[in-house]
């Protein structure tokens, strides 16, 4: 599109041949920014709203192991050698990795099931004010 216009204003046309080889490179550094961002938003989002709102609560565990895997080649492969982004990448990985303990107790927490009388004992066992939308008592 470029080169066209500037054909057609009688410019000298720009060569973009380096584009694709600088968005090759650059590549591993977004996935492992976007991955860092997810990060930030499932912990926000973990301690920030109650579970039952959680949007993609179902999918979290198959998200946390993907970008676990992602981080892995990312460490191995493309920033092989390169010491900061492999330390960025285990940062990262760690973070994740503490997120995995608590998906079956997140999830229990979730389950519609779970009634006033289990957050009175979540609260009197843990010392943990735990909210419930449904006030039924079980």
């Known amino acids: 599109l470029c080169n066209s216009r500037e054909k057609l204003f009688g410019e000298a046309q720009t060569d973009f041949k380096g584009i694709k080889t600088i968005r090759s490179e650059f590549e591993p550094y977004r996935t492992m920014w976007e991955l860092a961002s997810q990060l930030n938003t499932i ?50 990985k760690e973070e994740f990795r503490k997120i995995k303990p608590f998906m079956p107790i997140l999830s229990a927490l979730k389950n519609p099931d779970f009634g006033v009388n289990h957050c009175n004992i979540v609260k009197n066992e843990c010392g943990i004010n735990i909210e419930t939308y449904n006030q039924e008592s079980d």
């Open 43 to 92: 912990e926000n989002d973990l301690k920030d709203q109650p579970i039952a709102d959680f949007k993609d609560f179902d999918s979290l565990p198959e998200t946390i192991d993907l970008a676990l895997k992602t981080l892995k080649d990312l460490e191995n492969r493309a920033f092989k050698g390169i010491p900061d982004p492999i330390r960025i990448c285990k940062e990262l």
